[in-house]
């Protein structure tokens, strides 16, 4: 089924870009947690639309109504059912393409499997808008897992060719970690920072965009934690982070580089801190066997360039078979990678709760 | 549940190095199929050790007896379970480590989950070896997916910062997939190949190891497959791929390089060939949204340097807490990339199982 | 998880019985479907409240919104989610039982189980409330069911000790199968229909309640459905129908009266009808093996009498653990029988989807 | 997949009457237990055949060989995998019914969805020896109970209209549960169990069958297991409970005979027992809401007459379509309702299990 995930946190996301509302039901959240609204709706607003030179003008308030779940003030144990309306919908927009299937899109293989019946306005359930019920999930699950020490935060690690800093992978800080998260441009280095911006803005005027990297990181996880083989931190974390539109790819620790290097150079050392078994370095990103280690989980996924762009591409009529040249008009994010930020953190938190 | 993987074709896996045998069982073989016994052994010997300067010297024959789900010589339509004997086990050579957690190795993480009763003598189930039941399943699998016209193949595509060429993303031919994979020493250059070869020797003689990465595909897949969200090609080719020890990172089509390409670049532009859509280059390797789209399905995934080596490493004694050196004996690859080529096979294999 | 069933026809359902609203996600609705809503909204009529002498005063219109899943008047291919609001909440009339348990409730357990913070007004997240989006979902179920020739229907087989007609094991019907399951009150016959009516009143009168049993069948179902063991015919139908708060028992065909057969009673001679293999008899209720036969499906259901009943009963309270009596006001039904016919229809029809 | 079940204690069971071996792999099985294994056989024993005038002639020690999941003595954390040979597997008996389904059996069924390739050999993978894996799956899941303080146990309630004595529902004893459950022939009055043996006698020697009812039991649970609406005490039982074949029906506390009843008489008050709410009879069996009150579980399980009888019975040629007469030979129990006692047991302790 494709819009689950988990079995100890499940989430079952539903609704389509252009549909009445979209949403989430969540179940295994336990009873008695005094949820923190106010800070749910702060951490999808991070994701939400219309923020910034670099994201869509389709602005959407994005704020969850919250139906079941929850009584008296507290979780009373049965599922939490969030909703949110789709109350800036154009489908107007899209009716032009109805036949040309946009490059980079899922317009053509949604067609194939769908046999033309997929609803495509605005991407349909295809789209990044289909997020928002994550980050609602995400929200929730970082705020279980704070009451447990846990900290989940990410940034723009690369950005059109510019890098961030990398986050320390030793030592990070859950303090340092919520302020990085928290910025409006989410990245260590406001330099870089400033020339990704700068990238985007070009790319956009360009009729143009471009892609790049996020880096995630989750402090104060217990060893542990995850199982061998099929349902390790690898590979729950990488189930559910493939479900962020536009991800092409996913490496924990050293992941492609450490391919490079010598067994001796790769294996991290065990040592003591603080009466506790660490590793010196992390080239395992936190996690060994499937099984989490106690040092930082790292994964950074690849973003791949916003497929809508003003430029003309080719495509062919799906009734008619010939080639057409389009343009995609309606509202896009020339960058879509500061808006996957809180996706990426949410993606993180939901999957370790999976994994507790 | 750490052992199972997928629905439509499930398979369960048990077993650990050291106990009397290892196996699995697979759920959802249609009834009324003639199994080639001999191509599934064929396969199996691929990933099996002791081929070659760069395995192990653990030999074992890994002959599968297949115990349930046949009869007069076709499926039955009940699940079939093969065993593997463990005949070559020596598991005096871990005695010595029990308390000295390997770097690199899920020794430390198993001790913290399991209480200190993980069995992790030659890894346990954390083991290599557990692969094994893996590519039986997926040699049961790509018998399937032959019956359609689907093959699946891959090679070394860098092993040591050493770079085979790479597939042919839009054109590959199944016939030269089989013949790369078929190979004793699967790469499509042989010149880089030798290179690769010398490099594993001359890590052997250092008693270091080397990663790599493997490049797997898919062709003759059918456009339409999958499910958007959580249930697409990359969730579940990448769910099993990290089942596979040592697996740190995957990639799907242009992956973390497209991450710096503008989106004219790295849209894939709609063509027609033969009266069929497809797409002029392959950036999507094969999916787009999560659902096939008829184009090779491509992968690559990094593959950490074996952890075991004969280099003095720095270790923590789990019971006094304090640090010691330790030389990892026993039998071991200096670069397990080889042997792990058909179980990426497998992975992809069954991950198309499930997908279709 | 708790709520929800399935896999290839997955529902989700929320909510409780004071919550904002209750509703239901369903995952596995084929694309290109043009739902009947207004068959929809009556076959969820026949379970809403307050249309009769014999059920509760609470009135709600129940009628569901569907907010994702459909597109240009047919099915997307996304999940639906229906989402019913609670207009008809008193939850003042639950107060003062906060502390003393229900007897025959589920107000005790689901306290031990959530540590007091369950949401028990109104029968929270355990109401017979819950079941409106499992007939929601049951009503898309017998849609998709009828386009394949397959009807699901039901009547009160019992009540208050007097029995109806039963159906024809063999020859069942389809018009005579709806035509009982949308009667007012659906009994084949109905001089003991009058008697059932004059039974509830008369409990009701008395400040108490009745049970009974519910048959349900289904026609039109090809041979060769299910799975041996594990998700046959009687596993799925069963899990399904305990999902309904009251039912206490099950069984399919001849059941506990078979059990005091002779095999050579109880066995079902093969015969041939119109050129296909059938049944003499149906002591089977269409289930060989776990698998369909192709004959009508059968099975009855034990309705518990109604737990909420207005004479004195003795329970404990929970704070002080001192035996109090207690009167339960509040509006119920003296007999849920009648509204559980479209359920076990509902349940019938969603476990069907998942049997094929 | 029909072969599996559970999910926090996942059972998959595989094999077929005739194929090489039969087994099960269990995955959520704690590490560092020291299993019982010579009460694991004592308890097979019990289900075994050839044991009684009232058993098949079959004749197979059913030794499980446990193959994965221990070491040194105690369980590590990894699935167990149990064999147990076919040594005793007549196949020639059956060759003659290939064409001829038995009545009351899965062969006409089971020829539907294979399509032919189903392997009816002595009842392929719908055969009652499909039970020995479950037992030993129930068995290991009796011993983590017993170490949590909870017992299981049954009896035959009924058998050939003959009744036993009723477990007594609120005051059962651990140790009378495990004394009747050890007998030879497990009822609770000797008068009973002796009419009973005389009924098999004299079906037996009639060519015929009896069927009958099982009551199981736990006690020991805790108050607060199970989930409400579909993962409830009695969704989880009733689903492994209909995958022990014949099973046709199953009630819980008072079931279809408190239907009959008023809810003033249904209903269990709640009284306080050394300091523990308590309900003072057990009319709801242990369960309200799907959760469990702490109170004895109870079920009854109808047995139907064992289909393979020795008369002569009407069936069709599946070749021909012509009508046959066919008698069945070979070796066959003329009542199994004393070897599914134990797998009673075992159903009732893999559910326990799952509902932890």
């Given amino acids: 089924m494709s819009c689950s995930f988990g079995s100890k946190f499940k989430i079952t996301v539903f609704g389509q870009s252009h549909s009445a509302a979209i949403g989430v039901v969540i179940e295994g959240v336990p009873a008695g ?44 144990g049965t599922p939490l059912c969030a909703v949110i309306e789709n109350t800036n919908a154009h489908s107007g927009d899209y009716d032009s393409l109805k036949d040309l299937p946009r490059p980079g899109h899922a317009d ?82 406001d330099v870089a920072g400033n020339a990704m911006l700068a990238a985007i803005a070009e790319a956009k005027a360009a009729g143009d965009s471009v892609g790049g990297v996020i880096e995630c990181a989750a402090v104060g996880v217990p060893a542990g934690l995850g199982d061998p083989i099929y349902d390790g931190v690898e590979n729950v974390i990488s189930h559910i982070v493939f479900g962020i539109p536009a991800v092409k790819g996913i490496e924990f620790g050293s992941g492609f580089a450490g391919a490079d290097l010598f067994g001796s150079e790769n294996n991290d050392a065990f040592t003591v801190q603080n009466g506790k078994i660490v590793t010196a370095a992390n080239h395992h990103g936190g996690s060994l066997g499937g099984i989490t280690s106690g040092m930082p989980i790292l994964f950074r996924a690849a973003i791949k360039p916003t497929p809508s762009i003003a430029k003309p591409q080719t495509t062919v009529n799906l009734q008619t078979l010939q080639q057409e040249t389009i343009t995609v008009g309606g509202r896009h994010d020339p960058c879509i990678v500061p808006r996957a930020v809180p996706c990426m953190e949410a993606a993180m938190a939901v999957a370790l709760m999976n994994l507790r």
């Fill in 33 to 76: 947690i005094r949820l923190d609204m106010a800070a749910i709706e702060t951490f999808m607003r991070r994701r939400a639309p219309g923020q910034g030179a670099h994201t869509t003008a389709r602005k959407e308030t994005d704020t969850p109504q919250l139906i079941s779940g929850v009584a008296n003030g507290f979780t009373c």
């Fill in 108 to 189: 053509f293989t949604a067609f194939v499997k769908g046999g033309g019946f997929a609803d495509m306005r605005g991407g349909g359930n295809f789209s990044g808008r289909m997020t928002a019920p994550l980050c609602f999930a995400g929200a929730v699950a970082k705020q279980l897992l704070a009451a447990d020490g846990i900290t989940v935060g990410a940034h723009i690690a690369r950005l059109a060719k510019i890098g961030d800093d990398p986050f320390d992978p030793v030592n990070i800080d859950a303090a340092a970690l919520n302020a990085v998260s928290e910025k409006a441009f989410p990245v260590l280095n």
